[in-house]
């Protein structure tokens, strides 16, 4: 028997979009010079390792985000319970969308995410840097 899916990814990622902020590479780029956000990479570490990533975000993978936001939760991050904007971003502004929404969800706020993703902040001139696993190299 096939399944049937009534709310796919176009779905999902349109009803996010029109419920969370989304900002433009430049004016997240704008942002993050402030002292007040929190720039959030949901990237794989495959991911950042191949492309670089925004200088001084903070990394959380997409599979651990619900974990690290919940200060409930015994894997949550501190950097969660500030009183400050978090910017979610990914590769292409996709898997944003719906961090910053179940992030805004979840009661964390606020919250918005880069239209385009690392590819768009990238494109406009935000600066990027090499990530460095902390992983052991064998």
Not at 28 to 40: C, F, H, M, R, T
Not at 87 to 102: D, E, Q, V, W
């Amino acid at each position: 028997m096939s399944q049937t899916i009534h709310r796919g990814i176009k779905t999902l990622i349109d009803e996010a979009n029109a419920s969370i902020e989304t900002l433009s590479a430049a004016d997240a780029i704008k942002a993050a010079q402030s002292g007040d956000v929190v720039i959030v990479d949901i990237r794989d570490p495959r991911e950042l390792e191949r492309d670089g990533r925004v200088p001084g975000s903070f990394s959380c993978t997409r599979g651990m985000l619900e974990f690290w936001i919940d200060p409930e939760s015994p894997y949550a991050k501190p950097v969660f319970q500030q009183d400050k904007k978090f910017i979610f971003y990914c590769a292409g502004g996709l898997r944003s969308a719906l961090a910053a929404k179940t992030a805004q969800d979840m009661g964390l706020k606020p919250v918005a995410h880069i239209a385009g993703g690392y590819a768009a902040w990238r494109d406009a001139g935000g600066p990027t840097e090499k990530w460095e696993s902390k992983k052991p190299k064998r």
